[in-house]
């Protein structure tokens, strides 16, 4: 039986949801630092649904990009790297993948919880199951803001350790997810 060798580079689709979803990240945390001092006002409420727009965008693309990760292997870690540095790249990458998913989920619930619906786009409105709760929205509103603070810290550690793999170590680590090239 003829195998083919592993692919040495993440294909086109997992390299889209990846920059798709970084773009994306940016973008809802850039908002999240500019909408918590806006006072209340129709402004506020129209960037806090831009930012719940976003998170909910995420969210899609995250179960997406999981669906398409659990039937497409990535490619292998170079065997030089030290199994340390395997394992804390595993960790990484599953805490991140969590926190996909436990980030926007925390702010659609705290969103129901303080009884304000969830306009996507303004293209349809998320059903809201939950009764409003103000010590459940305060509790999750301060979940929410210390999980977007380490998912940030932990963003940028990811970035960090492509940039040390690329110009430090100088191997092929960030460039099997950078757009262009050959498996």
Do not use: C
């Not at 999981?66 to 540095?85: C, I, N, V, Y």
């Not at 990811?158 to 430090?168: D, G």
Request: hydrophobic content about 55%; aromatic content about 12%.
């Amino acid at each position: 039986m003829n195998r083919a060798a592993p692919a040495t580079r993440y294909g086109v689709l997992a390299q889209g949801f990846h920059w798709l979803i970084a773009v994306l990240f940016v973008i809802v945390v850039s908002i999240a630092w500019y909408m918590g001092d806006l006072p209340l006002g129709p402004e506020k409420i129209k960037v806090y649904n831009l930012h719940k727009s976003f998170g909910v965008t995420i969210l899609a693309l995250a179960l997406l990009r999981l669906a398409w990760r659990l039937t497409h292997r990535p490619p292998p870690l170079p065997p030089s790297m030290p199994d340390w540095e395997k394992k804390a790249a595993h960790g990484v990458h599953v805490l991140l993948y969590a926190l996909l998913f436990l980030q926007p989920t925390l702010g659609i619930v705290q969103s129901w919880y303080a009884g304000f619906p969830i306009s996507v786009f303004g293209l349809f409105v998320l059903p809201d199951p939950l009764a409003s709760n103000e010590a459940m929205k305060d509790l999750l509103g301060n979940v929410h803001t210390f999980i977007g603070w380490t998912f940030v810290w932990l963003v940028v550690a990811h970035i960090a350790a492509a940039l040390r793999h690329h110009f430090v170590l100088k191997d092929d680590i960030l460039r099997r997810m950078l757009p262009g090239g050959s498996s």
